[in-house]
């Protein structure tokens, strides 16, 4: 007989293991735990405090992967029961990670143990290091899928990105996001004194109201408007009467696939030097915008979610970025699962319900993957 898991135990185990990012170690246990008795070969390594994993079973085509995180953003204050102590109180089950994306995961992986005769190849694509910096995570897990010749074919990332209800949204693409400071150097002095100092506050101000005006784009058919926006600011100390030797202004942008990173970048760079010569952009690229065009595995994905829920799913590019924008380098990639609502906050929390819906659709997508590669 077929081993059978049940995703609302299996998620509680999850997040009954605490794993703030980076991750490793017992969380991870208890996954390869629930996968060997299914027949999934894993394999485990950990990297700068970050442990990934990588679990397959099958051979040929088509390759179905699904790619999640078992790290989780700190608990925060404030929580009714223990971040770490699931329970389920009514119809919903709280804890860290019940909604990103620890639910998701079991969910999958129920879904395997329901779905044994399969074809082709299912494989899990798990790291620690999606909350955090994400430069040991995702990324060195396509470095081994390419040394290891074992590129998916298609993708399914289990972000939760359902909005109003289960099923309602698809992410498709996502934008791109960077990240960085303008940094403005002065010369500090007395207040009473300027000739013998030089502020940077007004140089920055200036350079500000520039990118302030700045329209990137007007959006296109699939990604809304690409945006710069001023997250902090920082001159001087505490003394009123001191120019500050430096100012400083940390931006963001968040940008959509007409734009490359690097050259947003030179732009930002090219408006502050034009107004303080010596203004220098300290920032970071964290994700390229993509794109899956819709599709077969779109659709497929619809599909399920339609037969289950009976709702017809918005393929969207809205919300902040995620793994896919590294996956979707290597092969066709969506994302679907849980209700956003509450990730991220205090009392995090899933309906009973969804866990178990979101089970038949993964099944379903396994399914429907298997009979698209053999032609059906």
């Known amino acids: 007989m077929a081993a059978t898991i049940d995703p609302l135990e299996f998620a509680k185990a999850l997040i009954a293991a605490p794993s703030v990012t980076p991750a490793s170690g017992a969380v991870f246990d208890v996954l390869e735990a629930a996968l060997a008795p299914l027949g999934f070969a894993v394999q485990r390594w950990v990297m700068q405090d970050v442990e990934n994993m990588v679990a397959r079973r099958g051979t040929g085509a088509p390759h179905l992967a699904f790619a999640g995180h078992l790290d989780v953003v700190p608990p925060g204050e404030g929580w009714a029961s223990g971040a770490f102590q699931p329970e389920v109180r009514g119809n919903l089950l709280y804890g860290r990670g019940a909604v990103d994306m620890k639910s998701s995961i079991a969910a999958f992986v129920a879904a ?25 995570g995702t990324r060195e897990i396509i470095a081994y899928l390419q040394r290891e010749n074992f590129i998916p074919d298609l993708c399914l990332v289990g972000e939760p990105t359902s909005v109003n209800r289960l099923g309602d949204t698809i992410k498709i693409g996502r934008r791109g996001s960077l990240n ?25 101000v200036r350079i500000l109201a520039a990118l302030n005006d700045w329209v990137i784009d007007a959006g296109n058919a699939w990604f809304q408007p690409s945006n710069l926006e001023v997250t902090a600011l920082e001159a001087g100390g505490k003394a009123a009467n001191v120019i500050p030797a430096e100012a400083r202004a940390r931006i963001s942008i968040r940008f959509n696939d007409a734009h ?18 010596d203004a220098r952009v300290d920032s970071k690229v964290y994700g390229e915008a993509f794109l899956t065009p819709p599709g077969e595995l779109s659709a497929l994905v ?15 590019t809205t919300g902040g970025t995620s793994d896919a924008r590294f996956l979707s380098k290597i092969c066709p990639v969506v994302e679907f699962g849980l209700p956003n609502a509450t990730m991220h906050k205090v009392d995090e929390a899933v309906t009973v319900a969804d866990i178990a819906t979101l ?9 429907a ?3 698209h590669g053999n032609g059906a």
């Open 302 to 316: 619809s599909a399920a979610i339609e037969a289950e829920t009976g709702v017809q799913p918005e393929l969207s």
């Open 112 to 136: 395997c143990a329901d779905e044994c005769a399969h074809d082709g190849t299912i494989s899990l694509l798990i790291t620690g290091d999606e909350e955090g910096e994400a430069d040991h």
């Open 180 to 204: 960085g400071w303008i940094i403005v150097p002065g010369t500090q002095g007395h207040v009473a004194y300027p000739h013998l100092a030089d502020n940077p506050a007004p140089k920055l």
């Open 369 to 371: 993957a298997g009979a």
């Open 260 to 277: 490359q990173g690097a050259a947003l970048l030179n732009h930002v760079t090219e408006v502050a030097q034009a107004i303080a010569p």
């Open 359 to 367: 089970t038949r659709i993964y099944a379903r997508i396994i399914r």
